[in-house]
């Protein structure tokens, strides 16, 4: 038997919570042991995390008693939800109070949730600079996780909100990347205008995560917001053009046209690039890279992702 202490990682085949079980897993000092929660303890990703020692258990956030046997003698959980699978702002609230209440039951000494900000707060529902969605949000995937926070505050737990950035990794797998345009020129596209956009690698945010974890008490009752940088669209551009070894230019779009690509959660995501460009002293100050690599002295700098994954990014 081990005397390492349990950190339970919702979510441990998917990028943020994959990104912590290899930190916990690859730590020199082998202070915790990662318990990676998955559906499917038999899928590939789960039997490499296996690989690496850590516990693979199964659970489904939609199935309380299941999470509450998942986080039982653990000393923290890592908590987080998923929009994209489902795109209901409501089950992702339901998943949010079943790992909070789980996490109570058991006892744990520290929780942090992966949130983000209720953009209602800064942009009510009355105030039509965008459009209200699904009748009661501005930007869904958002505001859910932030109305969700008052679950785990309610119930007196140990947590520490952790608010992250873009994904870099969107580039690979959310179709975000450069897409080349009439004349052949690589296009990125994003209705940001010149405003900053706080980016990170998702292997970073679990790396942090796992750096507020080794930190205890520090963080218990904060929020805690990371990026590896705050780069322009412009900026990153260039950094895509430095490193494709051909010119990626920044095609800047309205929200309202952004809005009206018609792919599957376009409206949500041009409200939510609108948020961050209309509010962005406010949300780039929310993330500091410097805590970020605090927290994480390895964090990687938009070049530094790109020099390890453009050949990942498809470029059409």
């Known amino acids: 038997m081990t005397d390492r202490k349990i950190i339970a990682v919702v979510g441990a085949t998917g990028m943020q919570g994959g990104g912590l079980v290899r930190a916990i897993m690859s730590d020199p000092d082998k202070t915790f042991i990662a318990r990676a929660l998955t559906r499917d303890v038999n899928s590939e990703k789960a039997k490499a995390l296996l690989k690496l020692g850590a516990e693979v258990v199964p659970a489904d956030l939609d199935d309380a008693p299941g999470l509450k046997r998942a986080f039982a003698g653990a000393d923290g959980v890592f908590c987080l939800t998923n929009f994209w699978e489902h795109f209901s702002p409501e089950k992702e609230h339901a998943q949010a109070k079943s790992q909070a209440e789980a996490a109570k039951e058991a006892g744990v000494r520290h929780v942090i949730w992966s949130t983000l900000e209720d953009t209602r707060k800064w942009v009510p529902l009355s105030d039509n600079r965008m459009p209200t969605l699904m009748e009661k949000y501005k930007v869904p995937h958002f505001d859910a996780k932030g109305e969700a926070d008052r679950e785990f505050s309610k119930l007196g737990l140990p947590v520490t909100f952790l608010l992250a950035s873009f994904y870099w990794d969107n580039l690979i797998f959310f179709g975000m990347g450069p897409k080349k345009g009439p004349d052949g020129t690589l296009l990125f596209t994003m209705p940001m205008g010149d405003k900053k956009l706080p980016g990170i690698a998702v292997e970073d945010i679990g790396r942090c995560a796992f750096g507020i974890f080794k930190r205890g008490q520090e963080y218990i009752g904060k929020t805690v917001g990371i990026a590896g940088e705050h780069l322009t669209g412009v900026e990153m551009a260039v950094a895509m053009t430095k490193a494709f070894g051909q010119t990626v230019r920044y095609n800047e779009v309205t929200p309202e046209q952004y809005r ?29 890279p410097a805590v970020a690599r605090r927290l994480n002295p390895a964090l990687q700098t938009f070049d530094a992702w790109l020099a390890q994954n453009k050949s990942r990014i498809p470029l059409t």
């Open 260 to 288: 009206g690509f018609g792919f599957p959660g376009a409206d949500d995501l041009g409200n939510m690039f609108q948020f961050k460009r209309d509010f962005n002293e406010v949300f780039c100050a929310a993330r500091n």
